[in-house]
């Protein structure tokens, strides 16, 4: 009796066990397939358009925009104008021995930016280095609680956490990485409008990053490089090292559609208003590459305006891993 009890259980038992294998199959099939549908090949391009005279241009629209990727023209999978969004930014001040003639301008401008600047719906960190990369204040809405780190810092840098691995590196300027671990450690996991805004003379001497991974990782995660520079000249003259950091300060800005400001020839509410325009009054559109390719190389964009006597400030591109 019991032998033909068990010999019609386990057929039984062998159908409900398959069913319950089918359906987690089918589930894991499903869920397999769910994450194929994900495409993640689509290219996004903030960008913001200006006038012969510098005026920001309001009001295109989709039709009036054209992009393309290494001189072939991209279908645009979509299109939108970002007016009085909220800014997710970073403060990166460099503390390094040639800065220390900035010391007091810095502290200045960085007030004056969180002040004027600054949004009830913004966020903002700040970051200070020299040999070392260090955060001083993660994500506040506060400028004033900001500042007074800033002065902490000033007095005990060391106290303040790394961003980044450690490192050894007894003396030095760490810029390139100031930026790079404040992309990768910060701003990459955030969304909406991202950019660092840089204050320094461009110089590096002792960074594990170079500047053509600093750009890429900005270009990859569509963050925009403020460069705010501030040079010390010798004898009202240029040295070698300040022309190099000039154009360090440059390209960073250029490549990922930021902007480069000589810090002492322009009024820091000027400038910091322009930025401010610039992040907040802007476009965005996203392309699927006709080019799917996964090679490694950099594709060059490069966004155009239909309408004659416009500019359009963008990244130039990016490398597709």
Request: aromatic share 10%; charged share 25%; proline share 3%.
């Amino acid at each position: 009796m019991q032998t033909r009890v068990v010999g019609r259980f386990w057929p039984a038992a062998f159908a409900a066990m398959a069913a319950i294998a089918g359906a987690c199959l089918s589930a894991a099939t499903l869920r397999a397939q769910d994450s194929i549908k994900i495409d993640v090949n689509l290219v996004n391009v903030a960008f913001s358009v200006r006038d012969s005279g510098g005026a920001l241009v309001d009001g295109l629209t989709q039709d009036d925009i054209e992009v393309i990727e290494d001189s072939a023209p991209q279908k645009i999978a979509y299109f939108a104008k970002s007016t009085d969004v909220p800014l997710t930014l970073g403060l990166i001040v460099d503390a390094s021995g040639s800065q220390d003639h900035f010391d007091k301008q810095h502290e200045h401008d960085l007030d004056t930016f969180l002040k004027a600047v600054l949004g009830p719906k913004d966020r903002a960190f700040l970051v200070g280095f020299a040999n070392h990369v260090r955060l001083v204040s993660d994500f506040l809405q506060s400028g004033t609680a900001m500042m007074q780190q800033w002065k902490e810092y000033g007095r005990h840098s060391q106290r303040f956490p790394e961003l980044g691995p450690k490192e050894s590196r007894d003396l030095g300027t760490a810029f390139y990485d100031s930026i790079f671990y404040s992309i990768e450690d910060k701003l990459a996991k955030e969304n909406g409008r991202r950019a660092l805004l840089i204050f320094s003379d461009g110089e590096d001497n002792s960074s594990s990053h170079d500047m053509m991974t600093t750009i890429e990782e900005a270009q990859q995660t569509n963050v925009q490089l403020f460069a705010i520079r501030y040079t010390e000249k010798e004898h009202s003259k240029l040295t070698a090292r300040n022309q190099y950091g000039i154009r360090v300060m440059d390209r960073i800005a250029r490549e990922t559609g930021g902007m480069h400001i000589d810090a002492q020839e322009v009024d820091p509410h000027v400038y910091f208003q322009r930025i401010a325009e610039e992040l907040r009054t802007s476009y965005e559109l996203g392309y699927y590459p006709s080019t799917a390719t996964k090679d490694d190389t950099f594709r060059k964009i490069v966004v155009r305006v239909k309408k004659p006597g416009l500019t359009v400030r963008s990244r130039t591109g990016y490398f597709s891993r």
